[in-house]
């Protein structure tokens, strides 16, 4: 029901713009969002959008990271600047009931992609 894109290799204050495409219904209906993971790690929030288009962001992306959705093309986007090798990770996106749910059950989201490699270096 989730699928990322746009993952890849940047240099260090980059630019990167991950895509998921998601279902009609998750789109309209859930709050969805990223979160990035390290293998034997836990999950890090980066960012929700709820049904009403109301946005949260981690203080670590806030002023770097944009999270926006195409409602149209059942897209959900992650526009990523002023990338740092902190950054480098594994990015999932994972729709949720509604967005406090979202950050408080983010270990336990079933309901997420397979994952969007990103990695800045330089």
């Known amino acids: 029901q989730l699928a990322e894109s746009g993952g890849g290799s940047v240099q260090t204050g980059g630019s990167l713009r991950l895509s998921c495409a998601a279902t009609p219904f998750l789109v309209n209906s859930y709050c969805l969002g990223w979160f990035r993971q390290r293998p034997g790690e836990e999950r890090v929030g980066i960012a929700t959008?709820?049904?009403?288009?109301?946005?949260q962001y981690a203080d670590s992306v806030k002023g770097r990271f944009t999270i926006s959705k195409d409602i149209a093309n059942r897209l959900l986007y992650l526009q990523m600047d002023s990338l740092q090798p902190e950054d480098t990770d594994m990015y999932y996106c994972?729709?949720?009931?509604?967005?406090?749910?979202?950050?408080?059950?983010?270990?336990?989201?079933?309901?997420r992609g397979q994952g969007t490699q990103v990695t800045v270096s330089g």
């Open positions: 959008i709820g049904v009403d288009g109301a946005t």
């Open positions: 994972a729709a949720e009931y509604d967005c406090n749910y979202w950050w408080s059950l983010l270990q336990h989201l079933a309901n």
